[in-house]
């Protein structure tokens, strides 16, 4: 199994900015296209954000685009959620997923079905 664990969250002002980080032990980090989720308390999970394996290709919600950026360092097996201009509904649980490729993939996922591996979250409050 693919252990993630992510960090960075916290209580911040809206308007501010964070960074999470999704940390993996697993060797072969660069065979796997990487997302993030969120769930607030009584919703849905819903999706943020993905990456391809190469990192070349990545794709947002439309409620976070251009203040949020995916990013990943696969030399150092991380995962990254840079999070600008922060709202209140922004607030959630965000979470780290993973999905093992078999090929060089320059294709993101967006669903839930599409990712086995799951992170056990990071807290993000942000008020107002």
């Known amino acids: 199994q693919v252990q993630l664990v992510e960090s960075g969250g916290g209580l911040v002002q809206a308007g501010d900015s964070l960074r999470l980080s999704c940390a993996t032990s697993e060797r072969t980090f660069s065979d796997y296209a990487m997302g993030w989720f969120r769930q607030a308390p009584g919703k849905d999970r819903e999706f943020v954000a993905a990456?391809?394996?190469?990192?070349?290709?990545?794709y947002y919600a439309a409620s976070v685009k251009g203040r949020f950026t995916i990013s990943r360092d696969n030399a150092k097996n991380t995962l990254f959620l840079q999070m600008n201009s922060l709202k209140p509904d922004d607030a959630a649980v965000y979470y780290c997923t993973a999905k093992r490729i078999s090929y060089s993939d320059t294709v993101v996922y967006t669903t839930l079905y599409d990712y086995p591996y799951w992170g056990q979250g990071t807290q993000v409050t942000v008020s107002s």
């Open positions: 990456i391809s394996a190469s990192g070349g290709a990545a």
